[in-house]
């Protein structure tokens, strides 16, 4: 992995996290909000689209639950990696060769400020996987937390770091690695997102070594009427588009 001289580190902390809440949310910042495209590449992949940048999370390898997807080759300005196990941060080879953000902390990209946060990648204290980042950026004037493959419960800590975000990406699908239904429920009534995207569940990409459940546990726990269907793998976010009150969407992949 690589984290070349543009990327400022400024130190995971909530004084770099205010810093970062603050950048983002300036008016010069404000004025040039257009929004946001996520566009779904598989599992926890997404692409964002907005102001101009192109931000890559978790590109993978086709293997276990994601052997049926297609390889996430997109030209990107910057991937962004929560970990680095199996079939996860697959970041080699990526067209057009973009900077790669991988650790814990704060830093500055593309114009763009970036808050990793450190999470167990399982369900003891990650002995077993290790740390787990999760992401949290403003681009298009939307605030977006990915959560990569959490599985431990969120602490005080990370939740001031967290903040409120427009829109959570977060695992549900359980597993050694990453949140169950009602862990991945616990997570989002704890953040209160105003947009809520499953990632992470099991969908006919998977091989016969997938170990994660499908969507439906998860969906069990949401008030139905706040759960709509996207019939396309892309989705646009801005602010006047997203609902007053917390809803989830379950986007669609081509396969």
Not at 17 to 36: C, E, H, K, M
Not at 231 to 245: A, F, K
């Amino acid at each position: 992995m690589k984290r070349r001289k543009l990327l400022r580190y400024a130190g995971a902390s909530v004084l770099a996290a205010t810093a970062t809440t603050a950048l983002s949310q300036s008016p010069s910042a404000q004025a040039q909000a257009q929004g946001v495209s996520l566009k779904w590449l598989g599992h926890t992949c997404f692409l964002f689209s907005g102001g101009r940048k192109r931000i890559l999370v978790n590109p993978f390898r086709t293997l276990g639950c994601t052997a049926g997807y297609r390889l996430p080759r997109v030209e990107a300005d910057l991937a962004l990696i929560s970990s680095q196990l199996f079939d996860e941060g697959a970041a080699e080879n990526l067209p057009g060769n973009p900077d790669i953000l991988f650790e814990p902390g704060a830093y500055t990209a593309e114009g763009i400020q970036f808050q990793g946060i450190a999470i167990a990648h399982d369900r003891v204290g990650g002995r077993r996987f290790g740390q787990n980042v999760a992401w949290l950026w403003t681009q298009g004037g939307v605030k977006i937390l990915h959560l990569g493959g959490a599985a431990a419960p969120i602490e005080i800590e990370q939740q001031i770091l967290m903040g409120r975000p427009d829109v959570l990406l977060l695992p549900v699908g359980g597993g050694p690695k990453a949140y169950n239904a009602s862990e991945a429920f616990a997570a989002m009534q704890m953040l209160n997102p105003r947009l809520v995207i499953p990632t992470h569940y099991r969908t006919q990409a998977a091989g016969a070594q997938c170990d994660i459940e499908g969507l439906d546990s998860f969906l069990s726990l949401v008030d139905n009427a706040k759960v709509s269907r996207v019939n396309s793998d892309t989705l646009r976010v801005s602010q006047s588009s997203l609902p007053s009150e917390m809803a989830v969407r379950v986007m669609s992949y081509s396969f």
